[in-house]
Nanobody, 118 residues
Framework: QVQLVESGGGLVQAGGSLRLSCAAS????????MGWYRQAPGNERELVAR???????NYADSVKGRFTISRDNLKNTVYLQMNSLKPEDTAVYYC????????????WGQGTQVTVSS
């Protein structure tokens, strides 16, 4: 059984910072990709940032220059450093991982709330 454990959400004022963490645990052969998605009320779930196997990264245009994703391969953990937060960043943030067990499957965390006040 694979589990993604998320932490780091909370309430901050505009311009503040938060750091999200997602740790993958369980039985799997490799992590092919890990990333963060978010969903605000009434909106579709959207990709925020992800790390691809080999270290490549992708960011949504709305967070480029403000958010930084990183991965600790030894700890099977991905981090999202969020700086210069804006009210429009308010959403539930979900960790996603593509894991080989041995087949490639997608897994989701339960989500962590990020609220940015104006």
């Amino acid at each position: 059984q694979v589990q993604l454990v998320e932490s780091g959400g909370g309430l901050v004022q505009a311009g503040g910072s938060l750091r999200l963490s997602c740790a993958a645990s369980g039985s799997f052969i490799s992590i092919n990709a890990m990333g963060w998605y978010r969903q605000a009320p009434g909106n579709e779930r959207e990709l925020v940032a992800r790390v691809i196997s080999g270290g490549g990264t992708n960011y949504a245009d709305s967070v480029k220059g403000r958010f930084t994703i990183s991965r600790d391969n030894l700890k099977n953990t991905v981090y999202l450093q969020m700086n210069s937060l804006k009210p429009e960043d308010t959403a539930v943030y979900y960790c996603n991982a593509a894991l080989t067990r041995p087949r490639l499957d997608n897994y989701w965390g339960q989500g962590t709330q990020v609220t940015v006040s104006s």
